[in-house]
Structures are given as structure tokens and as C-alpha cells.
């Protein structure tokens, strides 16, 4: 079946504006993670839900950063006022209900804050 | 909070050499994500290690756990241009707790033909 996808892959933005991520899980999956992976580095957590709700936010590194599934499904990663450090690939994973919680991961959207 | 590192962060064999890279872990392991990931891509799943000792193989790459040491080896025999990539560990959050993982910085590896 279809993997997690992402869009867009590419987001060019100017320091100041807001942006947008979005995530598809693959389908039946009740947890959706989002990491954000600056060059050189291993991915960051940054949020995770289960269903609806955000199980774990304690990766958001302010309160610019908010991000919201709110039927369960697809996810919006939203960034306010973006700072040339928010630059990263911010990667969407997701998995199916139940141990071991395998992780699948989505492309990435590569975020450039000029 | 927990921290993996990875060694040798980069790596360059010719094709056909076998080659090992580590992962070792600040805390008690409860278990431990291999994945690999091509430059500008998402991470590909390869295997979860979850008891110590627990050995797996997929294809040409073979990963163990050793709970007692914190690591994780990941063994790639005779390998091929296909291999590059970066390799990544994650370890298993602890049961009950949060799900998030925590990543490794990954090994870079070149495979020259």
C-alpha cells in the first residue's frame, strides 16, 4: 500500500512568515510523529499523536511551532514567524496500534528560511 | 536523557569488503531501530532489535543487540554501491512511556565500485 507522504517536498520562505507542513500516515495507522533533521544530524522529535490528540509536544522547540490531526489522519505542522534556524527536513512517521511501534517514515519536506 | 552514538560517523570500502558500524547507548537499551536513508530522502526501515542478543539479518545486513554493552552492531557482508547511504540507530522507547525515538547522528556510508 501507499507509504506516508509529504508535502510539499520543497518549501522556500522568508524569515517571518508562516508555513505549513503536511503529512499523510499511511492509512490505519493511529500514531503520527513529526522530527525535524538539520544537516549532519540525526532526526529531533519533535511532537507525536495518537488519534487525535498530542500524546507528546515536548519536542516543540517554542510556541511558534504548533501542530494539529485533527480527524485522526493527516497532519499540518504550522510554523509562525519562521527564523532562518528553522531551516531542517522536518520528516512525518507513523505507526500501526500495538507493539513494537515500528515507525515509518514519509520523504520529508525540506524547509530553507531565507 | 538518552543519548546513541554512532561509529565511525563516516565510512569509505570498496565494493565487496565487509564493514561494521556501532551504536552505542548512554542508557539502558530496551531495544533498537536500524534504519537507512538516502541524501534528501525519508528514512528507510531495515530491522528492530528488541531482546539482548537478538540477531537479524536482512539480505547482506546483519544487526545485533547486546543489552549488557548498550550497542548495537550492524554488519554489512561483500558490500555493493547499493549500500551507501547514512545508517541510523533509534532506540525502543521504554514500554508506557512516551513512543518518541531518539536518534543516533548516523554513519555515512561510501561504497566505492
Known amino acids: 500500500g501507499a507509504g506516508v507522504s509529504q508535502t510539499p517536498s520543497n518549501k522556500v520562505t522568508e524569515k517571518g512568515k508562516y508555513v505549513e507542513l503536511r503529512c499523510d500516515p499511511i492509512?490505519?495507522?493511529?500514531?503520527l510523529y513529526w522530527y525535524r533533521q538539520s544537516l549532519g544530524q540525526g532526526p529531533e522529535f519533535l511532537i507525536y499523536?495518537?488519534?487525535?490528540?498530542?500524546?507528546?509536544d515536548s519536542g516543540l522547540p517554542n510556541d511558534r511551532f504548533f501542530a494539529v490531526r485533527p480527524e485522526g489522519s493527516v497532519s499540518t505542522l504550522k510554523i509562525q514567524r519562521t527564523e532562518r534556524g528553522d531551516s531542517a527536513v522536518y520528516l512525518c512517521?507513523?505507526?500501526?496500534?500495538?507493539?513494537?511501534?515500528?515507525?515509518?517514515f514519509g520523504p520529508g519536506t525540506r524547509l530553507t528560511v531565507l | 536523557s538518552q543519548e546513541l552514538e554512532q561509529s565511525p560517523q563516516s565510512l569509505i570500502v570498496q565494493e565487496g569488503k565487509n564493514l561494521t558500524i556501532n551504536c552505542t547507548s548512554s542508557?539502558?537499551?530496551?531495544?533498537l531501530y536500524w534504519y537507512k536513508q538516502k541524501y534528501g530522502e525519508g528514512l528507510i526501515f531495515l530491522m528492530m532489535l528488541q531482546k539482548g542478543g537478538e540477531e537479524k539479518s536482512h539480505e547482506k545486513i546483519t544487526a545485533k543487540l547486546d543489552e549488557k554493552k548498550q550497542q548495537s552492531s550492524l554488519h554489512i557482508t561483500a558490500s555493493q554501491p547499493s549500500h551507501a547511504g547514512i545508517y541510523l540507530c533509534g532506540a525502543v522507547p521504554p514500554k508506557g512511556g512516551s513512543e518518541k525515538l531518539v536518534f543516533g547522528k548516523g554513519t555515512k556510508l561510501t561504497v566505492n565500485p
Open positions: 492509512s490505519g495507522h493511529t500514531a
Open positions: 542508557k539502558t537499551l530496551y531495544g
Open positions: 512517521a507513523s505507526s500501526s496500534y500495538g507493539q513494537p511501534y515500528t515507525q515509518y
Open positions: 499523536f495518537q488519534g487525535t490528540g498530542a500524546a507528546d
